[in-house]
């Protein structure tokens, strides 16, 4: 297996043994069994559902974890995963994040040993699929304003109001849904296949991560036991506290993204001629190459010092932001530069590149908009909060 192609400042040397061996086979799963099924796939905008089960058993969904068959992987190895599984996708590193870093972890982290061993094992596995349910249609950057609520009645909780942009919702057999509760406090509350009152659509017409399946769902007296609700969260700082594993993973796996479009980039500009001289030769399009290079550069060791500082329990939320916001935008320009280059054949199929450039729209938006990490960490620095309110 060989080292990812761009590596301008030798990071191989500063990853394990074994955090090489989770991204080889990461990237031999892609190009073995994904790859054929990405353009089909994204054409038809649905996502190839075999994966999922795959994906599990190869532990890509929270492998740094150390219970559930884990074997506790460090974050960087995580972050390679993921790099891998969006060079080919977002859309296939969305279902991982989704999957693991929000699912699974938030029963991991706040639900009883009896909730791990009824929901995780299928989670992990990937026989059974995930939700994290949190935006709504009149609150996705402000959660906090959250309407859905969770009405206490004798043994069962009854869900009443909306979700929206669900990554799975249509499908997921385990929703974990956020609601306030009688006191008004953030809980979280897991919605099996087919309980009544829950209904999903998905959501059509997409022109970006549209391997995806996103839905709306609505709550109408969904009626829960009260053994499903997962018992220590109490308040925004657990949903919170998810996001920033996903912000993590995608801090990494834009970079993914990044290499391909660069790499196809660079390729084409040296077999394209124009002028009578390969394109790469003309000092504006190789000023994009080496934009390209730099940035993918910076991206991969902030990226690596992140998930260095989160080994050492030593990242805050802010630097997570700081890493999310920065690798996001990165891949997204280098994903125009590339298209650019690619003149008239940028805008098909045939490259990868538009289909990076349109899935890059989403996750430059979701789990945080670019504007919001601003904030994050412009309160960080400042100890002001700009978010209004
Ligand atoms: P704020 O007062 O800042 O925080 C409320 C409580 O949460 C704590 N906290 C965190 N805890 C752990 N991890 C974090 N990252 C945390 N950020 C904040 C905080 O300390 C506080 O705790 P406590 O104990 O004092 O209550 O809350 P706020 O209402 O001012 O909101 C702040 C804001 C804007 C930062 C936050 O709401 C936010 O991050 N908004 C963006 C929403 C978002 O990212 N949604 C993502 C939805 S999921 C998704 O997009 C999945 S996409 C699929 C895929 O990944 O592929
Ligand atoms: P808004 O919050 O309405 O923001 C619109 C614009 O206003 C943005 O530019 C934003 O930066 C700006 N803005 C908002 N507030 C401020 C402020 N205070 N100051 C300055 N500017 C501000 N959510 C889930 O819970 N689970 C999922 O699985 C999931 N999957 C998704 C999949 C896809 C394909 C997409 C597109 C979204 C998904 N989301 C999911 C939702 C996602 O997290 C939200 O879209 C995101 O948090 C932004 O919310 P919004 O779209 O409502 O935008």
Same mark, same amino acid.
């Given at each position: 297996?060989?080292?990812?192609?761009?590596? +301008?400042?030798?990071? @191989?040397?500063?990853?394990?043994? @074994? @955090?090489?061996?989770?991204? %080889?086979?990461?990237?031999?799963?892609?190009?073995?069994?994904?790859?054929?099924?990405?353009?089909?796939?994204?054409?038809?905008?649905?996502?190839?559902?075999?994966?999922?089960?795959?994906? $599990? /058993?190869?532990?890509? +969904?929270?492998?740094?974890?150390?219970?559930?068959?884990?074997?506790?992987?460090?974050? #960087?190895?995580?972050?390679?995963?993921?790099? @891998?599984?969006?060079?080919? %996708? &977002?859309?296939?590193?969305?279902?991982?994040?989704?999957? $693991? /870093?929000?699912?699974?972890? /938030?029963?991991?982290?706040?639900?009883?040993?009896?909730?791990?061993?009824?929901?995780?094992?299928?989670?992990?596995?990937?026989?059974?699929?995930?939700?994290?349910?949190?935006?709504?249609?009149?609150? $996705?950057?402000?959660?906090?304003?959250?309407?859905?609520?969770?009405?206490?009645?004798? %043994?069962?909780?009854?869900?009443?109001?909306?979700?929206?942009?669900?990554?799975?919702?249509?499908?997921?057999?385990?929703?974990?849904?956020?609601?306030?509760?009688?006191?008004?406090?953030?809980?979280?509350?897991?919605?099996?296949?087919?309980?009544?009152?829950?209904?999903?659509?998905?959501?059509?017409?997409?022109?970006?991560?549209?391997? &995806?399946? #996103? &839905?709306?769902?609505?709550?109408?007296?969904?009626?829960?036991?009260?053994?499903?609700?997962?018992? #220590?969260?109490?308040?925004?700082?657990?949903?919170?506290?998810?996001? &920033?594993?996903?912000?993590?993973?995608?801090?990494?796996?834009?970079?993914?993204?990044?290499?391909?479009? +660069?790499?196809?980039?660079?390729?084409?500009?040296?077999?394209?001629?124009?002028?009578?001289?390969?394109?790469?030769?003309?000092?504006?399009?190789?000023?994009?190459?080496?934009?390209?290079?730099?940035?993918?550069?910076?991206?991969?060791?902030?990226?690596?010092?992140?998930?260095?500082?989160?080994? /050492?329990?030593?990242?805050?939320?802010?630097? !997570?932001?700081?890493?999310?916001?920065?690798?996001?935008?990165?891949?997204?320009?280098?994903?125009?530069?590339?298209?650019?280059?690619?003149?008239?054949?940028? !805008? #098909? %199929?045939?490259?990868?590149?538009?289909?990076?450039?349109?899935?890059?729209?989403?996750?430059?938006?979701?789990?945080?908009?670019?504007?919001?990490?601003?904030?994050?960490?412009?309160?960080?620095?400042?100890?002001?909060?700009?978010?209004?309110?």
């Amino acid at each position: 297996m060989t080292t990812t192609s761009l590596d +301008y400042y030798a990071m @191989e040397e500063l990853l394990t043994e @074994e @955090e090489r061996a989770a991204r %080889d086979r990461a990237r031999q799963f892609v190009q073995e069994e994904a790859m054929r099924e990405i353009v089909p796939c994204h054409r038809a905008g649905k996502f190839p559902e075999h994966l999922i089960p795959r994906m $599990g /058993a190869l532990g890509f +969904y929270a492998p740094y974890l150390k219970e559930h068959g884990y074997t506790g992987l460090s974050h #960087t190895a995580y972050g390679l995963i993921m790099q @891998e599984l969006e060079r080919a %996708d &977002s859309g296939l590193r969305s279902l991982a994040s989704v999957q $693991g /870093a929000l699912t699974i972890q /938030a029963i991991h982290s706040f639900g009883s040993p009896e909730q791990h061993a009824r929901w995780l094992p299928g989670l992990v596995s990937g026989e059974r699929v995930g939700c994290f349910a949190l935006t709504e249609h009149g609150h $996705g950057s402000d959660p906090g304003g959250m309407e859905t609520r969770a009405t206490r009645d004798g %043994d069962y909780y009854i869900l009443n109001g909306s979700k929206c942009w669900i990554g799975n919702a249509s499908i997921a057999d385990v929703k974990v849904v956020w609601a306030k509760d009688d006191d008004g406090r953030v809980g979280g509350f897991v919605v099996e296949k087919d309980a009544p009152g829950f209904r999903a659509q998905d959501i059509e017409g997409k022109f970006s991560l549209r391997m &995806s399946r #996103t &839905s709306e769902c609505w709550f109408e007296n969904c009626r829960i036991p009260v053994e499903n609700r997962l018992p #220590t969260t109490s308040g925004l700082a657990a949903p919170l506290s998810c996001l &920033s594993h996903a912000r993590a993973g995608i801090a990494w796996g834009v970079i993914g993204a990044a290499i391909d479009c +660069y790499e196809t980039a660079l390729a084409y500009a040296k077999a394209r001629k124009q002028f009578d001289r390969p394109i790469a030769g003309f000092q504006l399009v190789q000023e994009k190459l080496v934009w390209m290079v730099q940035e993918i550069t910076k991206a991969q060791l902030l990226a690596l010092r992140l998930t260095r500082m989160m080994e /050492a329990g030593g990242a805050i939320p802010a630097q !997570i932001s700081l890493a999310k916001r920065n690798n996001a935008w990165m891949a997204l320009e280098c994903a125009r530069k590339a298209r650019d280059i690619l003149g008239a054949a940028g !805008i #098909t %199929d045939r490259y990868s590149v538009i289909r990076h450039l349109m899935n890059l729209e989403t996750v430059y938006t979701y789990e945080g908009t670019h504007d919001i990490h601003t904030l994050i960490v412009g309160r960080d620095i400042t100890g002001l909060d700009a978010f209004g309110g």
